[in-house]
């Protein structure tokens, strides 16, 4: 979380962008950052005013 609260670009070159399904609501296009050693994923929305998680996975992403 502090790395993309410090970060000065959102995307990061290393991020990606997907369809995170989320249980009892409508999917949504985030982008998605790995936290080093460890299997977790956090998703988030960014503007240049806000940065939104939106959800945490510990699986990779996949493509459809």
Do not use: K, N, Q
């Not at 080093?36 to 996975?57: C, F, K, N, Q, S």
């Amino acid at each position: 979380m502090r790395d993309l609260c410090d970060a000065r670009e959102l995307p990061g070159h290393a991020d990606v962008l997907m369809a995170l399904e989320r249980e009892g609501r409508l999917p949504v296009l985030a982008h998605g950052r790995r936290v080093p050693e460890h299997r977790l994923w956090v998703w988030y929305l960014a503007t240049d005013e806000r940065l939104e998680v939106v959800g945490l996975t510990a699986s990779e992403p996949r493509s459809a």
